[in-house]
């Protein structure tokens, strides 16, 4: 027969495994490399307005492509909560296939994430030439970086 206190110190010590092998799958989880935002024309159709949660390890690249079409008057603008947290590395319009007169296309960015931290990211559709007319669009990305 086991002894009363080694029963009771081995279940503590099981306890004691379980709880500090939880904290390191939790704390230990590697955030991507790469994170991808897309929202196309139909998302924004039906939610203006959409939020995004993502998370991004640090060196790692957050890729947010949005529709967009040129012949509307409105151009997309983002600004940042937090700033030192990701860069801007690149920013550059993607048409269609088809490339005819009207059809839309993506706009794409690439965010670098350079250091440990939160912000988010607002997108929004302004009319170009019009400073302060927003568009109907806006896109929040909250961004982790791990």
């Not at 092998?21 to 935002?37: D, K, M, R």
């Not at 690149?90 to 059809?103: C, K, M, P, R």
């Amino acid at each position: 027969m086991i002894p009363r206190t080694l029963m009771k110190c081995t279940i503590l010590l099981i306890v004691i495994i379980m709880v500090a092998a939880s904290i390191c799958l939790v704390g230990c989880y590697a955030a991507p490399n790469e994170a991808l935002v897309e929202i196309t024309c139909d998302d924004f159709a039906e939610h203006n307005s959409i939020l995004k949660n993502r998370l991004v390890a640090v060196q790692g690249l957050l890729v947010v492509g949005l529709c967009h079409n040129p012949t509307t008057g409105y151009e997309w603008d983002w600004s940042m909560s937090e700033s030192g947290i990701v860069d801007e590395t690149d920013h550059h319009y993607e048409s269609t296939d088809d490339e005819a007169y009207g059809e839309g296309g993506i706009d794409v960015w690439t965010f670098k994430a350079v250091k440990r931290g939160n912000t988010t990211i607002t997108m929004e559709q302004v009319r170009m030439g019009l400073p302060g007319e927003k568009g109907p669009w806006k896109l929040n990305i909250s961004v982790s970086v791990r």
